[in-house]
Structures are given as structure tokens and as C-alpha cells.
């Protein structure tokens, strides 16, 4: 709500700060991409990708637009197919899993449930924090049961398996009905 809007605004501010320090400047950027609100953080955050000589920030960029919901289709497609990142498919499902759409929402949990191009690994993790977010809960109420649907017929390997439920379990978000469930 309000609160997380104003603290993102003073995380960011805290990040702007940091950026010209050259030991703090990497983290301060990749901060400053998950919580930018302002034209000047955005600003500040083009600059430094565009000088960059890796996408991490671009991504970064990306998945915090589409979490604003302004997801940027092209850009995120275009970014996929010049990234040399064998895990840029894991990035560009995570500018989706952001995104406060069902469309991205769905082709994210394809990949999770039904491609199973998701590997087991702490970006999964992540993915699955992009993907249930709370401020969406709305949009996300319905694949709370999915997910339950979803777990009984899960194949794959043990590691696999255990790593996606663990991600995909609906984290703050769920009614009454779901707990019971």
C-alpha cells in the first residue's frame, strides 16, 4: 500500500546516495532498480545501463517497470534473444512474473508447471517471490488454487519438485478457503 510506496521512495533515496561511492555503487544501482519510483532514479539508473557491459541492471530495470505496470514487452523479448546469459530465459521470466497481468502471470507458470524449464536453483526461488506478490493479490487469488491443483500431478525429479513448491507456494496471498485447503 501506501506504507511499501513510501518506503521504496526513502530506499531509493538512500540508494541515490550511495551511487557515486565506488564500493558501494554496484549494490546501490541493483537496489535502486528494484525500488526506483522517481523520473531522476530512473535517470540515474538508464545512465548506468547504458554504460554497463552486462544486462544485470537492464533486467533489473525491466522487472521493476513491469511490477509498476509498465511492462515492456519488446524490450524484455529483445533483451532475450541478444543476452549471451544461458539463464537469461530465468530473467526474462522474471520481468514477467512481475507484471500485474494474467498473460505474463500464465506464461510464468508454464514455465513452472507445465514446460518445466524452470531449474532448480535460488533463482527459482526468486521467480517465485516475483511472481506472488502481495500488492497483486487480487490477480494471484485464483492461482493460489491452481497451485493446489497443481501439486497433485508434479513430475520430475525430487530436487525439482521440492524446489518449486517451495517457490510457488502462494506467500501472502491466499483466502481463508486456501489456508483450509
Known sequence: GAESAELKAALAEACVRQVDRPDASQAALRMLAQCATSDADWAILEE???????????WRMLARRAELGDLDRAAADALLTADPDPDAHIRHLMVLAQAPDTESKDEVWK???????????RETLVLGQMF????????????TYRYLDELTRMAGGLLNQGVVIRA?????????????A
Open 132 to 143: 506472488w506478490r502481495s500488492a497483486q493479490h487480487e490477480l494471484l487469488e485464483p492461482y
Open 111 to 121: 514455465a513452472f508447471f507445465v514446460d518445466r524449464s524452470v531449474p532448480a536453483s
Open 168 to 180: 510457488m507456494y502462494p506467500q501472502g496471498v491466499g483466502d481463508a478457503a486456501f489456508a483450509d
Open 48 to 58: 548506468a545501463a547504458a554504460k554497463a557491459t552486462v544486462t544485470d541492471l537492464t
